[in-house]
């Protein structure tokens, strides 16, 4: 029996400004298979009329056309619709275009002469999104119906939970690289999902007093507020004793061991146990101390790429639990490091079995904490919610080039976009790079570049910023204002090839007084400032902020 696939685009209406009648006809045949409804219109001013009577769900158009282009008809919609989604067909993209085109919101660029197929797998790429964002805002309205009827006091309750949670996790260095000894810099990453309201996962990365960084992950058996619990006090213990007590002289790794297996034994009921693991990191004398309680293996790559497992030597702590056995390593050629809970490594993929019989070969495949999570996804499913998961990825960000450029960049806002050119035409003779790739990347490095110019050359802080883009004259102060003398602002790109798909470091220095670690990872889209670092966040692996000056590190799989 066969069954008909229905297109998420079925029941959307679909506006076309194309101002060539040739273009228009093809479109209608090409398209009307696809959308419940195609509205034509020949040029912009047609386009608007037609938007506000018609509503549609999806806008394509051509910026080049006679009354009014699609950038200008795109604007006055932006007025009072921030959201529906607009593909710009264009012959030509040049970087004043692009910077206005993100600013308006439009959503894909689809280069003329173009492939219709090109054009349908767009359309419906956008309208699968849209079907999503309107499947998760139904389950949305009907998980909020479900809460109205429970009982309101447990809902305050379950909240506050939550904020404790968020409060108690700790991550001293996000977002921040620090220097070990040979002037090697480290960075961590995190992937932190809770499966319920409580979460039986907690970590806590600290930077100790004498700069050595100690990471706890905990993983409470079980589900609900027990589990909850135990991980709240085990994390909070943690915190208060890595912070309090480590500055001690004589106070070392095991005697902490100690004191944290005594406590938990004492929180812990008798049918209860706990995974967790300890990770006491010295970048000072490049050398690790590890105790695993029946976690997963630590992961540790070299920076030639070979990957060793250190196995758990404890079992699960219980009230019952004994003297806790440790392991040393030496960071001198260790590249990365990966913990993981076993809510990763026990997902059930898609096919059969657990994804533990694939961890290590993703691994050893994967740059990047990003770049691991994507192959995760394609074996147990986008959509995966089974347990807790946590993933803490220490890396080493200096890494062995197998390809390195660098220049100077003019200080100057009209020179940005020749450096960028240049940059991704130096970096193509070494590396292919697909068009959507490339148009990441210079979006990025467009971004990073004008942070640099403006914040760390111009001093531009985010209070002028706000007030100067309010007035709709915020380009014409960065194109007409010059930087000091002693400005700088410097490129590097290097390639790191230790693992199956080659490693992007992009670099970017300026004589700023650097990026305030506040401007990164906020959630906040309507914040006028900061919208360039989390552009870049959002199209990266990873991204660090070293020193000193301004300094941004942006880590990229291709």
């Given at each position: 029996m ?18 060539s ?6 479109g209608?045949m090409?398209?009307?298979?696809l959308?419940?409804r195609i509205v ?8 608007l009329?037609?938007?506000h009577?018609?509503?549609p ?10 009354v009014m ?6 604007a006055?919609?932006r ?7 607009v593909v710009l ?5 040049d ?5 206005k ?12 002469p ?7 797998q ?5 309208a699968?999104?849209i079907a999503n964002?309107?499947f998760?805002?139904?389950?949305q309205q ?9 009982d ?5 309750q379950?909240e506050?939970?939550?904020?404790k949670?968020r409060?108690?996790?700790?991550h001293?260095?996000r977002?921040q690289a620090?220097?070990?000894?040979c ?6 990453d995190v992937?932190h ?6 979460c ?5 990365i600290?930077?100790l007093a004498?700069?050595r960084?100690m990471?706890?992950l905990?993983d ?9 619990l135990?991980t709240?006090?085990?994390?909070s213990?943690?915190?208060?004793h ?5 500055h001690?002289?004589?106070y070392e790794f095991?005697?902490m061991l100690?004191?944290?297996t005594e406590y938990i ?5 008798d049918?209860?146990?706990v ?9 000072t004398?490049l ?6 309680f029946?976690l997963?293996?630590?992961l ?7 990957v060793?497992?250190i196995r ?8 019952y639990?004994g ?7 030496s960071?001198?050629?260790v ?7 076993d ?9 059969e079995?657990q994804?533990r019989?694939?961890?290590?070969a993703?691994y ?7 770049s691991?999570?994507?192959?995760f996804?394609?074996r147990?499913?986008a ?17 062995p ?9 003019t200080?100057?806002?009209d020179?940005?976009h020749s450096?960028?050119d240049?940059?991704l ?18 979006l990025?490095l ?12 111009l001093?531009?802080d ?6 100067i883009?309010?007035t ?5 102060f ?8 002693d400005s700088?602002?410097?490129l590097?790109l290097s ?5 199956e798909?080659?490693?992007?470091s ?6 700023g007084s650097g ?6 990872g ?20 990873s991204l660090?902020?070293g020193?000193?000056?301004g300094?941004l ?6």
């Open positions: 066969n069954v008909q696939r229905v297109l998420p685009s079925s029941e959307l209406t679909l506006l076309f400004v194309e101002d009648e040739l273009f228009r006809e093809i209608m090409s398209l009307s298979h959308f419940k034509m219109a020949e040029d912009g001013e047609e386009g009329r037609l938007f009577e018609c509503t769900d999806i806008i394509i158009t051509d910026q080049q056309m006679p282009n699609g950038m200008e008809m795109l006055q919609i007025a009072t619709d921030r959201t529906t989604p067909m264009t012959g030509y993209i970087h004043q275009l692009l910077v085109a993100i600013n308006l919101g439009v959503t894909q660029f689809i280069p003329k173009f492939q219709f197929e090109q054009m349908i767009t359309l419906e790429d956008i699968q999104r964002e309107r998760h805002k139904q389950h009907h998980e909020m119906e479900l809460l109205r009827y429970r309101q006091y447990n809902s305050m379950q506050a939970a939550v904020r949670e409060h108690v996790v700790r001293d260095l977002f620090v220097s070990d000894a002037g090697n810099r480290w960075g961590v992937a999902v809770s499966r319920d309201i409580m039986g996962d907690g970590y806590s600290c930077r004498d700069d960084i990471i706890f905990i409470s058996m079980g589900s609900g507020l027990s589990a909850s135990t709240l006090l085990a994390t213990f943690c915190n208060f890595f912070e309090h007590f480590f001690f002289s004589g095991f005697r100690g004191f944290f034994s004492g929180i812990l009921l049918d209860e146990v995974s967790c693991g300890f990770l006491l990191i010295d970048l004398n050398q690790l101390e590890t105790a695993l029946a997963p293996p630590l540790v790559r070299d920076i030639d790429g070979t060793t497992t758990s030597k404890n079992p699960p702590l219980s009230p639990s003297t806790a056995e440790t392991t040393s390593v960071l001198e050629s590249a990365d490091l990966l913990l993981v809970s809510g990763f490594s026990d997902a059930e993929l898609t096919t079995g994804y019989e694939h961890l290590i993703d050893t495949a994967s740059p990047t904490l990003a691991l999570l994507e192959l996804h394609r147990v499913g959509t995966y919610e089974q347990d807790d998961r946590t993933m803490l990825h220490i890396r080493r960000i200096d890494l080039d197998a390809w390195h450029w660098k220049c100077e960049v200080p100057r806002y020179a940005l450096a960028i240049l940059a035409e130096n970096l193509s003779r070494e590396i292919s790079l697909s068009e959507q790739l490339r148009d990441e990347l210079e990025m467009s971004e990073a570049l004008t942070n640099a110019f403006e914040h760390g050359c001093r531009v985010s209070a002028e910023k706000k007030r883009m309010l709709g004259e915020y380009e014409d960065l194109e007409t204002c010059l930087a000091p003398e700088v602002i410097s590097t390639l790191w090839r230790g693992t798909h080659s490693l992007l992009l670099e970017i220095r300026d004589s990026i305030p670690l506040a401007g990164l906020t959630a906040d889209s309507r914040a006028v400032c900061g919208r360039g670092l989390r552009m870049i966040d959002r199209y990266c692996d660090f902020v020193g000193p000056g300094c590190i942006i880590l990229k799989t291709l």
